[in-house]
């Protein structure tokens, strides 16, 4: 039985292909958590996990929570219906607790095996809502989910020719939405090269081609 009444079917169908990950950017998990009870506020995920590592349930995997709101991912709408949404007990700014870390790195070998959602498959808030959107922020390690295969990081190896187009068509092969491009670069730098600052550059390019080449549609 779910926890928060704030879910519904997934629509036409749909079932899981993400994990989207999010921060709760509140000051402590039981202030989100009645956020993510709360009928009027209308937002959901399927689980919220503390900094001190408990995991709670808010609602079933077979539903439709409410946590990914507008934005798109390989060029498909709808996200809520086709994801498992996972808030993270984290002010924004901080570091992710090490307990916290440990119970997402055995929650999701789980949830990845019940729906065949593959490594390249769990991805940022930001990802599918550039703009909108910069949870789990540049704070959170994907390079540590990436060492347990349970995300994907580039290898790095250097940098390309400076090319805006193709940064951007690689940018989209690989999954993200097509929005300006100050918010794409934003993305895929809070994905890949958190902290990374100034234009457009080499490694950027290289980064992304990389990745396109890997996992692109």
Not at 53 to 66: C, F, H, N
Not at 67 to 83: E, P, Y
Request: hydrophobic content about 45%; overall charge neutral; proline content about 8%.
């Amino acid at each position: 039985m779910s926890r928060s009444p704030n879910f519904g079917p997934r629509r036409g169908g749909l079932v899981p292909g993400l994990v989207v990950l999010h921060y709760t950017a509140m000051a402590d998990c039981d202030a989100a958590l009645r956020v993510l009870c709360a009928p009027e506020r209308e937002v959901s995920a399927h689980y919220l996990i503390r900094r001190d590592g408990g995991v709670i349930p808010l609602v079933d995997e077979a539903m439709r929570a409410w946590h990914a709101g507008a934005g798109s991912w390989r060029g498909l709408d709808d996200v809520n219906s086709r994801s498992i949404g996972i808030e993270l007990d984290n002010d924004g700014g901080s570091p992710f607790a090490a307990p916290l870390m440990d119970a997402l790195e055995a929650l999701l070998p789980g949830v990845m095996a019940r729906w065949s959602i593959p490594p390249e498959g769990v991805i940022g808030h930001s990802c599918m809502a550039p703009g909108r959107k910069i949870d789990p922020g540049a704070r959170f390690d994907w390079s540590r989910l990436a060492r347990r295969g349970l995300a994907v990081m580039p290898q790095d190896k250097g940098s390309l020719p400076l090319d805006a187009a193709r940064f951007r068509r690689d940018a989209l092969a690989y999954g993200f939405p097509d929005v300006e491009a100050p918010l794409l670069l934003q993305a895929m730098r809070l994905r890949f090269r958190a902290g990374a600052t100034g234009p457009l550059d080499g490694r950027d390019c290289a980064l992304m081609a990389e990745m396109a080449a890997r996992y692109g549609a």
